[in-house]
């Protein structure tokens, strides 16, 4: 089956999180926009089989980059489901006139966003999960800008003696590491690195271009419906990411 590619349009990186995180168990591509103007501009050059639109946003609301998606030739014709951050919107009306497939209000339901998305593009596939391995493959090299301690402690016991890991104080520092030696990893506290300014950006911008993993710390960031979730799967905040770490350096 044709993997589906689905776009992410929210200024919020932890709602775009989430969303990211209802679908890690199917086979799907995720691109991601943190505005109503990138929104339609991959809406146009991406050619994604759906968008999840947040209606709340600097530069350009979901309403009017909608508005503008449904009037180009090249994206009209893609469904959108609608994040809401009320239950009834002033301009509901107006949306529905615009052809929108589903209206979901947030905080969603992880099941109810899933049925949203497979009654619009299909059955979404499984991802077929690798066969794990007894030991982690010598030399990653892993680059690491974290304040909490345990995660720093939970980094080192992922990593074992056979990979390197870094740490670096501040983004500048992380920004001149990565560049001088890619890393395989990047982990980063969302805390401590502005993502909107020009290192921030830079330091994504290198990581997409060198296909260089991610992972953001998000312990100090207090996001109740990412608790609910993780709680829902009997998962810590701090299982999840030492989880998303040993992914990362298990990977070939």
């Known amino acids: 089956m044709e993997k589906k590619r689905i776009l992410i349009v929210d200024d919020q990186m932890d709602w775009r999180l989430l969303v ?3 679908l890690e168990g ?41 508005k503008q998606i449904k009037s180009k030739s090249s994206s009209r014709s893609v469904p959108i489901i609608m994040l809401t951050s009320k239950g009834f919107d002033k301009q509901m009306k107006e949306m529905i006139m615009l052809d929108i497939n589903e209206f979901i209000s947030k905080p969603f339901e992880e099941d109810k966003l899933i049925a949203a998305i497979e009654k619009i ?3 979404l596939p499984a991802r077929e999960e690798k066969p794990a391995t007894e030991e982690v493959p010598i030399g990653k090299k892993i680059l690491m800008l974290v304040r909490d301690s345990s995660v720093k402690a939970g980094v080192l016991e992922a990593a074992g003696p056979m ?3 870094t740490e670096v104080t ?3 520092e992380l920004l001149a590491r990565a560049k001088e030696a890619k890393p395989d990893c990047i982990i980063a506290d969302v805390g401590l690195v502005n993502w909107q300014d020009d290192t921030g950006s830079e ?5 997409i271009t060198g296909n260089i993993p991610m992972i953001f710390d998000f312990s100090q960031v207090q996001n109740e419906n990412l608790k609910k979730i993780l709680e829902s799967r009997g998962t810590t905040l ?5 989880a998303l770490i040993e992914k990362v350096l298990n990977e070939e």
């Open 20 to 22: 990211r995180m209802s």
């Open 170 to 172: 501040t983004k500048s």
């Open 203 to 207: 330091i994504i911008g290198l990581a």
């Open 121 to 123: 593009i299909g059955k």
């Open 238 to 242: 701090a299982e999840f990411k030492i």
């Open 163 to 165: 990979n390197k890991v």
């Open 26 to 66: 199917f086979n799907v591509e995720i691109i991601e926009a943190d505005d109503g103007q990138k929104g339609i501009n991959l809406a146009e050059s991406a050619n994604p089989d759906l968008i999840i639109m947040d209606n709340n946003m600097p530069v350009l609301s979901g309403y009017e980059a909608i």
